[in-house]
């Protein structure tokens, strides 16, 4: 996972850590209500259920945990995750989605809290293990929003429910535009020498600028689509999303702002996201 942020701890971790805060607190509220039956509901994700992905957020709450507190115990997550390959994620959700339901909401709640205890107390400047380059706190805090929003739109699709876009998705968006060259190499590609220009309309209708207002290769659009995107909640064909380039338009196509193998994405939607 790329680094989103390079200044440290202190101003820039408050502040995504009181984001995270919020949305997680979103995402609690659409399952601390529910029947324990419609835990079992399928999500988008194949093979994943509610409980699955509140699971898997548990999971990797405590894994950063681990980062944050036990560097050095970090490198016995990277040798198992290196053993059982790409079913390690999946494992680690699938073990989780067999609690009861209340006992794994309270585990999620308690590690997210412990999480973001261990990040507010780190040093300035401290750079955490990960399966990946070393992270910021402030980095690891725009990660773990990213996930929880993005995990948070499976559950909300499997109810059935339409959330309101907020200006929380800044943190998602920021992170997909800095995974850009990620994206290209997981997949064995050259990643574009040059920036590329993103203009995104936030849920506000601000205008969200990243990159030079020069460069030849531009992404415009919805930002609440581009963070779909991003996040492989939606199809390309099912965004507003517009690509001026040949490398932008294969960035749109290979997005993805998580850790891990390349994902496969999702199948295409009539109508698209809203």
């Given at each position: ?54 699971a898997?957020?548990a999971?990797?709450?405590?894994k950063?945990?681990?980062?944050a507190?036990e560097?050095?115990r ?17 494992e ?23 999480l ?53 998705l ?19 590609l050259?990643p ?22 020069d ?9 609440h ?21 040949e ?14 193998p ?9 109508g698209?996201?809203?």
């Open positions: 996972m790329a680094d989103t942020d390079t200044a440290g701890t202190g101003g820039a971790v408050v502040a995504v850590l009181r984001d995270l805060a919020a949305e997680s607190e979103e995402v609690d509220a659409l399952v601390a209500d529910l029947d324990p039956a419609r835990w079992a509901l399928p999500t988008p994700a194949k093979g994943w259920t509610i409980a699955h992905q509140i898997h957020l999971w990797t709450d405590d950063a945990l681990v980062a507190t560097p050095g970090f490198e016995d997550e990277i040798a198992s995750a290196l053993a059982a390959g790409e079913s390690y994620v999946d680690g959700a699938a073990e989780g989605a067999e609690l009861p339901p209340d006992r794994l909401l309270g585990t999620w709640r308690r590690r997210r809290g412990q973001a205890e261990a990040l507010r107390a780190l040093p300035e400047g401290a750079r955490l293990p990960w399966f990946g380059p070393p992270m910021s706190a402030a980095s690891m805090a725009s990660a773990r929003l990213m996930e929880t929003w993005a995990h948070g739109q499976d559950i909300a699709d499997a109810l059935g429910v339409r959330r309101v876009p907020t200006a929380r800044w943190h998602v968006a920021r992170l997909g535009v800095r995974t850009r060259d990620f994206a290209f190499a997981v997949r064995g050259t574009p020498a040059g920036e590329f220009r993103v203009e995104l309309t936030g849920p506000d209708g601000a205008t969200w600028a990243f990159g030079p207002a460069a030849a290769q531009r992404i415009t659009g919805s930002a689509h581009f963070c779909l995107l991003v996040t492989q909640r939606t199809h390309r064909a099912d965004t507003d999303l517009r690509a001026d380039g490398q932008a338009a294969t960035w749109l196509e290979i997005a993805q702002a998580f850790a891990g390349p994902g496969p994405g999702r199948a295409r939607a009539e698209g996201p809203s």
